[in-house]
T-cell receptor, first 116, second 113 residues
């Protein structure tokens, strides 16, 4: 399968612990996005990269959150000092951006985080 | 700023009857619009995409949507519902090639036999 891959699929952590999620995009895609989805809501934008550059961050992304995309390939999303409000599904998506077009995004199955 | 309003949180239909999921958008530019579907425990899947070409867009699994600029709407339709269509549907807007995707809150489609 050459789709977007996320790891782990599920994570249970204690409040105050740090967690890190990984996303492997579709190989030729230059854009990578992170979204967060809570129950009953649509996905909310967190941040995105074009190649290795982080181009935009949502105000939802507090200082406890950091994302990287070294070498423009896979990406990691780290949450430090987790809080119960961080419990959500974290979605990664990728797209191929070409000039003059709005790309469609392909989503992974997400990482479900539960903070206890 | 771009935004999307999905007018119904739940829609119930019987198998074989038409489906209508309503979406209104707000954008300062000529937007691109998408519909995604999310089945339980599955990833979001793109149904169709509008990008300023034909206003009637055909997607996968018999779904289509019509872009109406005067009404700022992008409603999703299907002539005949199938049990496998039961899922959550998201209307999504992106007002330029430099914008990210903004999702609506979703409409849960329930299909009864």
């Amino acid at each position: 399968d050459t789709g977007v891959s996320q790891d782990p699929r599920h994570k249970i952590t204690k409040r105050g612990q740090n967690v890190t999620f990984r996303c492997d995009p579709i190989s030729e895609h230059n854009r990578l996005y992170w979204y967060r989805q809570t129950l009953g809501q649509g996905p909310e934008f967190l941040t995105y990269f074009q190649n290795e550059a982080q181009l935009e961050k949502s105000r939802l992304l507090s200082d406890r959150f950091s994302a990287e995309r070294p070498k423009g390939s896979f990406s990691t999303l780290e949450i430090q000092r987790t809080e119960q409000g961080d419990s959500a599904m974290y979605l990664c998506a990728s797209s191929l951006k070409v000039v003059g077009e709005t790309p469609e995004a392909f989503f992974g199955q997400g990482t479900r985080l539960t903070v206890v | 700023a771009q935004s999307v309003t999905q007018l119904d949180s739940h829609v119930s239909v019987s198998e074989g009857t038409p489906v209508l999921l309503r979406c209104n958008y707000s954008s300062s530019y000529s937007p691109s619009l998408f519909w995604y579907v999310q089945h339980p425990n599955k990833g979001l899947q793109l149904l169709l995409k509008y990008t300023s070409a034909a206003t009637l867009v055909k997607g996968i699994n018999g779904f289509e949507a019509e872009f109406k600029k005067s009404e700022t709407s992008f409603h999703l339709t299907k002539p005949s519902a199938h049990m496998s269509d039961a899922a959550e549907y998201f209307c999504v807007v992106s007002e330029s090639e430099y914008s990210t995707l903004t999702f609506g809150k979703g409409t849960m489609l329930l299909v009864s036999p």
